[in-house]
């Protein structure tokens, strides 16, 4: 049997043919998207954005892979984009240059939580797909692939993320398999030449869309004449395996978006003491001491502490306020630093972004926004009419919006808010 292309191939995308048709079924290859999710401009500038830590500390960031003849580099070295360049044309030729043509790869985890506009854009195009089959539970992932490789760095593998793919720039191909091609008992294989007549590809080129299910082997390789550079965008959906895993980590932690790649990641866990581990040995009855370790035991009473009904409770109000507003992809991009309104200054409200709240205690409300929260006096009523306010088409003054609450500290209550809410960019400031 020789290697064939895929069967399923449609002239024009849609979130109705994919859901009726492939969804968590087969690949398929769209020839058309209109409007395209990814513009290869803001793609450029979110893959510098989230490369950015490697020209503070001389390190390679945790979320950016950067191979060379699939070695992968611990260093940068100046091989990753920088602002300078201004595109991945002239990221190319600069790298033409200094590599004398070896084949590279450069991989960017997260990328769009390092760009809003981006990420806005992102969200717009997936809330049909989240409407038809649900929001996932841990956000989408977003990897950027970039580079003259012959071959994906990780070589045949299957993931948990049915896996969108954006063509950008020049052509590449994906291979697939049903199940798994090999015996030996390894997750992954760079040395897959005897597999290939198996298995169905299909080459992907600018503007088109290629879906795969999570359940497919697969492998990204070179499509196009010598070693031209190709870019894609995949996003990938978590439908298989570690659920529960995931979403606890979710509930305890807040994870940094320089950090997706896996290097590290619950940062907010509460403190515990850097001591041993280890217990006094077995006594004369060969019985261990009835005390833990010192560790052991703060660790169960900073988990005991976590885990109270009222803070869990509102632990738990938060995260799911955060997954509402974020649409679907986490981590967010963070907030910006908030700025002062004046009574003249008028707003409009997001048209994507939606204002979600609840009783956060006695003293007031929980207010979230595009995957961001803060607390607020205000009450439900108050909030309501102020959204509604915000929903029109005509940008509103703030002193007008000021009304929906009432008279004294509550409308300076609200101007926070206000402030807070266009920081978090649910609110847009008119020139």
Request: aromatic letters at 8%.
């Amino acid at each position: 049997m020789s290697e064939e292309p895929i069967p399923a191939v449609e002239a024009e995308f849609s979130w109705d043919t994919l859901v009726e048709r492939y969804w968590d079924r087969r690949p398929v290859l769209f020839r058309s998207v209109t409007p395209a999710p990814f513009e290869a401009s803001e793609v450029f500038r979110a893959a510098v954005a989230g490369s950015r830590g490697a020209h503070e500390d001389g390190r390679m960031p945790p979320n950016v892979q950067f191979t060379v003849e699939h070695v992968q580099r611990d260093a940068p070295a100046g091989a990753l984009p920088t602002d300078e360049d201004g595109s991945f044309d002239a990221y190319d030729a600069r790298l033409a240059a200094r590599l004398d043509g070896r084949r590279h790869a450069l991989v960017v985890n997260g990328f769009h939580a390092f760009d809003p506009a981006l990420w806005s854009r992102e969200r717009a195009f997936f809330d049909p797909l989240w409407r038809a089959v649900g929001l996932p539970l841990t956000g989408a992932i977003t990897t950027l692939f970039h580079g003259t490789y012959e071959h994906s760095p990780v070589g045949v593998h299957k993931d948990r993320f049915a896996t969108f793919m954006f063509g950008l720039r020049g052509r590449k191909r994906m291979r697939f398999w049903p199940r798994r091609p090999w015996d030996e008992a390894v997750s992954t294989k760079t040395d897959y030449a005897r597999h290939t007549a198996a298995s169905v590809y299909a080459d992907v080129g600018p503007g088109e869309l290629l879906y795969w299910p999570a359940d497919y082997y697969h492998v990204g390789e070179s499509a196009g004449a010598g070693a031209a550079p190709a870019t894609s965008v995949n996003v990938g959906v978590p439908r298989d395996e570690h659920h529960a895993g995931y979403e606890l980590e979710d509930l305890l932690a807040d994870l940094d978006p320089a950090r997706l790649a896996g290097h590290g990641g619950l940062d907010t866990l509460p403190a515990t003491p850097d001591t041993a581990l280890t217990a006094r040995g077995p006594g004369r009855e060969e019985l261990l001491a009835p005390a833990l370790p010192k560790a052991l035991t703060t660790a169960v009473h900073a988990l005991y502490e976590f885990a109270e009904p009222v803070a869990m409770g509102r632990r738990v109000t938060v995260v799911s306020l955060r997954r509402w507003t974020a649409g679907g992809f986490e981590p967010v991009p963070p907030a910006a630093p908030p700025r002062a309104l004046m009574d003249t200054d008028r707003l409009r409200g997001d048209r994507h972004t939606r204002i979600r709240w609840a009783p956060d205690g006695p003293a007031g409300t929980v207010c979230a926004a595009n995957g961001h929260e803060t607390h607020t006096s205000l009450g439900h009523h108050e909030l309501r009419r102020l959204t509604d306010a915000l929903s029109g088409r005509d940008p509103v003054p703030v002193g007008d919006l000021l009304t929906t609450a009432a008279p004294g500290p509550r409308r300076e209550d609200l101007r926070t808010l206000l402030e807070v809410l266009e920081s978090f960019r649910a609110v847009h400031r008119e020139p």
